[in-house]
């Protein structure tokens, strides 16, 4: 039982927009930052969205965070088969005294 | 650019410690990033095992605490996880990852970049 909740999976055909949800709670999205991170299938994980809603150098514009109150958003827009991969939400809980992660969404490109 | 590669046995008996390295390239671990460990269970998700920072300050998930040692080798620039009395439940990929940015506080902050990955079974 994860402390963030994910969907288990998501799809979308070719040039669709899927929204990826993550809900937490005060003591983690709530009061601090969410960071997303895509591993595709036999790879490592990497950071997709820092801090809500910031982008690293070379992720395409496509992907998109958002956060209201204790949950948050992964938006893809313009879906390309190779963004068939797991998808995972992540923030500092307080309570925890660190990291915690949502459960992984899987996103199949139809 | 910076690159972090995990190394151990790849096979650890039950209740025996598991032992592994990640060994930077490109970046001194004696600046100002964090550096952590990530686990993943096969077909499971991500699971947070601690983080250590230049200062010696560490950060351990409540629910390894017990069994878990991180510590910095800065002659050797890498850095070392120790988890002792290893069960079947402790068989993953473990990945080793830095902080994403310098001076920010652990709350705001992020893994990035992170190494490929090494799994370790554990089974007799």
């Known amino acids: 039982q994860s402390v963030l909740t994910q969907p288990p999976s998501a799809s979308g055909t070719p040039g669709q927009r899927v929204t990826i949800s993550c809900s937490g709670s005060s003591s983690n999205i709530g009061s601090n930052t969410v960071n997303w991170y895509q591993q595709l299938p036999g790879t490592a994980p990497k950071v997709l969205i820092y801090s809500d809603d910031q982008r690293p150098s070379g992720v395409p514009d496509r992907f998109s965070g958002s956060k209201s109150g204790t949950s948050a958003s992964l938006a893809i827009s313009g879906l390309q088969s190779e963004d068939e991969a797991d998808y995972y939400c992540?923030?500092?809980?307080?309570?925890?005294?660190?990291?915690?992660f949502g459960g992984g969404t899987k996103l199949t490109i139809l | 650019q910076v690159q972090l590669q995990e190394s151990g046995p790849g096979l650890v008996k039950p209740s025996e410690t598991l032992s592994l390295t990640c060994t930077v390239s490109g970046y001194s671990i004696s600046s100002g990033y964090f550096w952590g460990w990530i686990r993943q269970p096969p077909g499971k998700g991500l699971e947070w095992i601690g983080t250590i920072y230049h200062s010696g300050t560490s950060y351990y998930n409540p629910s390894l605490k017990s069994r878990v040692t991180m510590t910095l080798d800065t002659s050797k620039n890498h850095f070392s996880l120790n988890l002792n009395s290893v069960t079947a439940a402790d068989t993953a990929v473990y990945y080793c990852?830095?902080?994403?940015?310098?001076?920010?506080?652990?709350?705001?902050?992020?893994?990035?970049?992170w190494g490929q990955g090494t799994l370790v079974t554990v089974s007799s």
């Open positions: 990852a830095r902080g994403g940015s310098v001076g920010v506080p652990a709350a705001m902050d992020w893994f990035d970049p």
């Open positions: 992540a923030a500092w809980d307080d309570r925890v005294n660190g990291w915690v």
